[in-house]
């Protein structure tokens, strides 16, 4: 190759937005909504990455609380995964459609390890035919020594519960439970079969997070990774009926025959109702491969991430900000919006993401240290610190195998080509989002940009040297 002909591309820190006027009087004045895919929409456009010491259904539920989403790694069993995004869908919901219940002759003994093994302090009590009988809460269970004792003895009674139809609405289930000063409705039909349940929890989670992502049926919206191998059309099936909201059918390089093969295999066994993301890729040919055989969004980003050493090991990958550019550009005439993955550490560096054309991004690193994420607090050097490692990663790779019997080529590579690191423990995902979102807020304003949309139309950028890096950052001060 002539040396003429190779084209210079840029990391985010290669970059800043240039200033302009602005008519924004105030950050608030900023909507940072975005899609996601085709189809689901984000109030806050950050996505927590699909990895196994960052996302499970605790992740996953703090994020779509404030706005987010949380991807679901795909490293555990089917069984396991599906019960990850099953927790996620039981979270929170307006109906809950199959309230977890007790036969009044089990025991307490029983019903405690039921509400132990559920994670939930009340169980409806319905007998044959799915007839409701009465309600186990934790308030009858309080100081009972008699674990023998049975159920229907312990239980409020059904001719003591405050109850709905099946067709009750938000404002008349609180009316219901306000008046009847309870906080659990099971809702019954016209036989008293139980066919839902509406909690107070519920109702006052819903009205306090109106930007929380949510399904159709007022669920936590959730997603869930796939791979292109073994038994992945049945995982994603399976994780279809938990209710996953989208898949993400996720491999090192997306940008392969197997890979957009995948796509339409996968869309011929959901159909239309899930949507599908699919990468990683970091060229315009790859993502608009993608998109041409049918992904809602597309990753983008091939070697970016803290934990990921593809670029040294294997020589590959293009930095962020022009592999984002590129790929936006090239998706844009499908419809088909970009997600940035991998080398945010900034606020900043969101609000470069999308303005680059992403519409939003996926965070691993930030993410990885915060309480929500999976795994336990150690300390080392006085600190206290989280495991975060690479899914290319050996650690990562021998824990696949110990799990998985089927072929995983493409995540387990002869030679490692990520990490195993600690990040510092960090503060709670809703604060963690809030500096980030603030920073897009704030790169927003600067660009007069009302809407994400405006923010690509308005958005300009300038080269800067080293020189102009270490200025960007504090300097000559001691902090």
């Known amino acids: 190759m002539n040396h003429a002909s190779i084209p210079l591309a840029l990391s985010y820190d290669d970059v800043l937005l240039v200033p302009r006027r602005s008519g924004l009087a105030s950050r608030s004045d900023v909507d940072v909504a975005s899609r996601l895919t085709r189809n689901l929409r984000l109030a806050a456009p950050i996505v927590s990455a699909n990895m196994d010491t960052v996302t499970e259904s605790e992740m996953a539920i703090a994020m779509a609380r404030v706005g987010g989403l949380g991807i679901v790694h795909r490293f555990l069993t089917v069984e396991q995964q599906v019960a990850e995004v099953a927790r996620v869908k039981r979270a929170e919901a307006l109906v809950i459609p199959d309230p977890h219940t007790i036969a009044p002759d089990a025991t307490l003994a029983d019903a405690a390890d039921a509400s132990q093994r559920l994670g939930v302090t009340s169980l409806v009590v319905v007998g044959p035919g799915d007839r409701l009988e009465g309600l186990l809460t934790r308030r009858d269970v309080m100081l009972r020594t008699d674990r023998a004792q049975p159920v229907r003895e312990l239980m409020t009674p059904r001719a003591e519960l405050v109850v709905g139809g099946p067709d009750t609405s938000a404002e008349e289930a609180a009316r219901l439970l306000r008046d009847g000063r309870v906080e659990k409705l099971p809702l019954v039909d016209d036989d008293d079969r139980l066919v ?234 809703a604060v963690v989002l809030h500096g980030l979102v603030g920073g897009l807020r704030s790169g927003m304003s600067y660009s007069d940009a009302r809407t994400i949309t405006e923010f690509h139309r308005n958005a300009r950028f300038v080269r800067i040297t080293p020189g102009g890096l270490r200025e960007s950052h504090p300097h000559d001060v001691s902090y």
């Not at 519920?202 to 869930?224: I, M, Y």
């Not at 049945?234 to 009926?241: F, G, H, S, V």
């Not at 059918?249 to 392969?256: C, K, M, Q, T």
């Open 196 to 429: 839902g349940l509406i909690t107070l929890r519920d109702l006052l989670q819903r009205a306090e997070r109106p930007e929380a992502t949510k399904d159709s049926r007022g669920r936590l919206a959730v997603g869930a990774a796939i791979g292109v191998r073994g038994d992945y059309v049945e995982r994603a099936q399976a994780l279809q009926d938990a209710g996953a909201d989208v898949v993400v059918l996720d491999i090192a390089h997306g940008h392969a025959e197997h890979a957009v093969r995948a796509i339409a295999t996968i869309r011929d066994a959901l159909g239309g109702s899930t949507d599908i993301i699919a990468g990683n890729v970091a060229t315009p040919e790859g993502a608009r491969d993608l998109a041409e055989a049918g992904a809602d969004g597309v990753k983008v980003g091939v070697g970016p991430g803290s934990v990921c050493t593809t670029r040294v090991v294997a020589g590959v990958g293009v930095p962020q900000l022009s592999a984002v550019m590129d790929c936006a550009e090239a998706c844009a005439p499908f419809g088909v919006p970009v997600i940035a993955d991998g080398g945010i550490r900034f606020g900043g560096d969101v609000a470069k993401a999308i303005a680059a054309g992403a519409e939003t991004v996926m965070v691993g690193n930030l993410l990885a240290g915060t309480p929500e994420s999976p795994g336990v607090v150690v300390s080392r050097n006085g600190g206290r610190v989280k495991v975060f490692r690479g899914m290319a990663s050996s650690a990562a790779a021998d824990a696949r195998r110990a799990l998985e019997a089927e072929d995983d080529t493409e995540f387990t590579p002869v030679v490692a080509e990520g990490v195993e690191a600690v990040v510092p423990l960090r503060d709670a995902v």
